[in-house]
């Protein structure tokens, strides 16, 4: 079959499946699914709550099909319609359980979804987050169990793993080199074709799947390992007494030293990928001890954070219970709207237990998502004539950059500045 020929389906339209779907709608036949009918809903209706899709490119992609019927885009919650499509492209969630085990069962629905539908010659390209092995170990059996066809003989997959940073909108889709895969030499051309004939960067076409499906998982561990290094520096510079940033600008002055720096380690990536690659090890009979210990580090600081502002409210003579606290920014990292996987609401939990009343407030974040995955509210506006005893600044957005922080540590707030964005003059403690 001709590359022109392909009717690909993404299943999944979230951060990542929607500006792939987009994309290949300007080129393709392409069949945007998600379970999820609220979701299936914005989108016809021009919407993203992402704030990730080119909105202008979505509509000519969906006007494309309108008046054509063979390129474009068109999207659906019904599996029937994935009957047209004889690619398909998996771009689900795979997260972790509350054991910080791999969670797969997003991914294996998918399979089992795309298995009912499956014909002679179809390929399977998944780009979620996974372990090596884990596309012919765990979803092959579930695509051949509900199709009734077999591997590499009637039906065929590739591995591309996603590269959306959500908020980046430099380092988009198409502007990215991407990593390439399938299960034969054949397909694994093809895969390359695919995805070469809509980005403008190239690709990389790894050997086999399972080393692209390993280099995903290393991308993000590494980012892991080097942030967590940071933030134990971070631990250490304050029980010394001095400042983790003026030890990185002194030790940055050298050539090869890389500026990483201290932070909460939230999101869908950094935070989840370590606990696959480690999963996996685990199962072959390594324990992976920097990949846990980073995890461990990292997983610390958001109580560091919480204890800090408690002993410091103490020194300024603050009484700790019932006392006002401002948390600024609950979305895992700056002008974006993702929470997922957010550290905040771990500081806000822990001072709430000391008997604080904590406001959080961020302009971007859904209080409808904060509310249903953590049982937080946001304020809707920061009220200024409120006293706050501390006011925690965790995420760095536009709009932080000109709070009156002065204001509050002038009244005898405790300032505390997570991200560094602060200016120094009024800041009690930073990371």
């Given at each position: 079959?001709?590359?022109?020929?392909?009717?690909?389906?993404?299943?999944?339209?979230?951060?990542?499946?929607?500006?792939?779907?987009?994309?290949?709608?300007?080129?393709?036949?392409?069949?945007?699914?998600?379970?999820?009918?609220?979701?299936?809903?914005?989108?016809?209706?021009?919407?993203?709550?992402?704030?990730?899709?080119?909105?202008?490119?979505?509509?000519?992609?969906?006007?494309?099909?309108?008046?054509?019927?063979?390129?474009?885009?068109?999207?659906?919650?019904?599996?029937?319609?994935?009957?047209?499509?004889?690619?398909?492209?998996?771009?689900?969630?795979?997260?972790?359980?509350?054991?910080?085990?791999?969670d797969l069962t997003p991914l294996l629905k998918a399979s089992e979804t795309i298995g009912k539908t499956l014909n002679r010659g179809d390929i399977v390209i998944y780009e979620s987050t996974v372990y090596p092995g884990c596309t012919e170990e765990d979803c092959v059996p579930v695509l051949e169990k509900n199709s009734g066809l077999k591997f590499n003989q009637d039906f065929f997959c590739?591995?591309?793993?996603?590269?959306?940073?959500?908020?980046?909108?430099?380092?988009?889709?198409?502007?990215?080199?991407?990593?390439?895969?399938?299960?034969?030499?054949?397909?694994?051309?093809?895969?390359?074709?695919?995805?070469?004939?809509?980005?403008?960067?190239?690709?990389?076409?790894?050997?086999?799947?399972?080393?692209?499906?390993?280099?995903?998982?290393?991308?993000?561990?590494?980012?892991?390992?080097?942030i967590s290094f940071m933030n134990e520096l971070a631990l250490i510079c304050d029980r010394v007494g001095i400042d983790t940033n003026d030890v990185i600008e002194a030790a940055g002055t050298k050539w090869n030293f890389l500026k990483y720096r201290p932070g909460l380690v939230g999101g869908h990536c950094i935070s989840v990928d370590p606990y696959y690659l480690a999963h996996k090890a685990?199962?072959?009979?390594?324990?992976?001890?920097?990949?846990?210990?980073?995890?461990?580090?990292?997983?610390?600081?958001?109580?560091?954070?919480?204890?800090?502002?408690?002993?410091?409210?103490?020194?300024?003579?603050?009484?700790?219970?019932?006392?006002?606290?401002?948390?600024?920014?609950?979305?895992?990292?700056?002008?974006?709207?993702?929470?997922?996987?957010?550290?905040?609401?771990?500081?806000?939990?822990?001072?709430?237990?000391?008997?604080?009343?904590?406001?959080?407030?961020?302009?971007?974040?859904?209080?409808?998502?904060?509310?249903?995955?953590?049982?937080?509210?946001?304020?809707?506006?920061?009220?200024?004539?409120?006293?706050?005893?501390?006011?925690?600044?965790?995420?760095?957005?536009?709009?932080?950059?000109?709070?009156?922080?002065?204001?509050?540590?002038?009244?005898?707030?405790?300032?505390?500045?997570?991200?560094?964005?602060?200016?120094?003059?009024?800041?009690?403690?930073?990371?």
């Amino acid at each position: 079959m001709k590359l022109n020929d392909r009717v690909i389906a993404v299943i999944g339209l979230g951060y990542v499946g929607l500006p792939l779907a987009i994309e290949y709608g300007k080129k393709y036949r392409v069949i945007g699914f998600d379970v999820f009918q609220g979701r299936v809903d914005e989108l016809k209706e021009g919407k993203d709550h992402t704030l990730e899709a080119d909105l202008v490119g979505m509509k000519q992609a969906c006007d494309a099909f309108k008046s054509t019927g063979k390129i474009g885009l068109t999207f659906t919650s019904d599996p029937e319609e994935l009957k047209q499509a004889n690619t398909y492209i998996v771009t689900v969630p795979t997260p972790i359980d509350r054991f910080n085990n791999p969670d797969l069962t997003p991914l294996l629905k998918a399979s089992e979804t795309i298995g009912k539908t499956l014909n002679r010659g179809d390929i399977v390209i998944y780009e979620s987050t996974v372990y090596p092995g884990c596309t012919e170990e765990d979803c092959v059996p579930v695509l051949e169990k509900n199709s009734g066809l077999k591997f590499n003989q009637d039906f065929f997959c590739g591995y591309s793993p996603e590269r959306i940073n959500p908020g980046d909108k430099v380092n988009t889709l198409t502007k990215i080199k991407k990593i390439t895969s399938g299960s034969t030499p054949e397909v694994a051309d093809l895969v390359d074709a695919l995805y070469n004939s809509i980005l403008l960067n190239g690709t990389h076409r790894a050997p086999n799947m399972k080393v692209a499906e390993a280099a995903k998982a290393v991308e993000n561990s590494q980012r892991d390992v080097n942030i967590s290094f940071m933030n134990e520096l971070a631990l250490i510079c304050d029980r010394v007494g001095i400042d983790t940033n003026d030890v990185i600008e002194a030790a940055g002055t050298k050539w090869n030293f890389l500026k990483y720096r201290p932070g909460l380690v939230g999101g869908h990536c950094i935070s989840v990928d370590p606990y696959y690659l480690a999963h996996k090890a685990k199962s072959l009979g390594y324990e992976p001890h920097v990949i846990l210990s980073g995890r461990a580090v990292n997983n610390s600081i958001s109580k560091f954070i919480a204890d800090k502002v408690l002993k410091l409210m103490i020194q300024k003579d603050q009484k700790v219970k019932d006392a006002n606290v401002l948390i600024l920014g609950v979305t895992f990292k700056e002008n974006c709207p993702d929470c997922r996987n957010t550290k905040v609401v771990d500081i806000a939990t822990e001072l709430e237990e000391f008997g604080c009343r904590v406001d959080i407030y961020d302009p971007w974040a859904s209080p409808a998502v904060v509310k249903h995955e953590y049982g937080k509210d946001l304020i809707p506006a920061i009220d200024p004539d409120k006293p706050y005893q501390a006011v925690i600044a965790c995420v760095s957005h536009d709009q932080f950059r000109t709070f009156d922080f002065k204001k509050y540590h002038d009244q005898g707030a405790v300032v505390f500045d997570v991200k560094n964005f602060v200016d120094r003059s009024v800041v009690d403690s930073r990371l």
